[in-house]
């Protein structure tokens, strides 16, 4: 298995057959045109991509890039989930993997973003 292993977790492939269980209703739809069975495998679609992200911010996704071997197996949960993982838009979109605090600036420090008076000249 390779260093990056993108996807290799219950969130992936939990996701992963949610999904395919809605493309297929999409596609019985289109085949048989029935709008409702297209609107039903998009409606499916959506809540797989849900629980994948909910799953993800549980602890059953894994962040993107490289990870030690420990961490490799299916069934290994990410305890760092909590935290945010750098980079990922999942956890972003969540509120997590943010700094704590806004830096303060100064009044009248340079780059504060005042309005500069110009000089009549």
Do not use: F, Y
Request: hydrophobic share 40%.
């Amino acid at each position: 298995m390779s260093q990056w292993d993108e996807g290799h977790t219950i969130a992936g492939w939990t996701g992963c057959g949610i999904a395919t269980v809605g493309v297929a209703g999409i596609a019985v739809g289109v085949c048989t045109g029935n709008a409702l069975g297209v609107w039903g495998g998009l409606a499916v679609v959506a809540i797989g991509a849900a629980v994948t992200w909910a799953l993800h911010l549980s602890g059953w996704g894994k962040p993107p890039g490289r990870r030690p071997a420990s961490q490799w197996g299916l069934r290994v949960k990410d305890l760092t989930a909590r935290e945010g993982h750098p980079g990922c838009v999942g956890c972003r979109l969540a509120g997590r993997g943010r700094p704590a605090e806004i830096p303060v600036r100064v009044a009248g420090e340079s780059g504060t973003g005042e309005p500069v008076s110009e000089s009549a000249g």
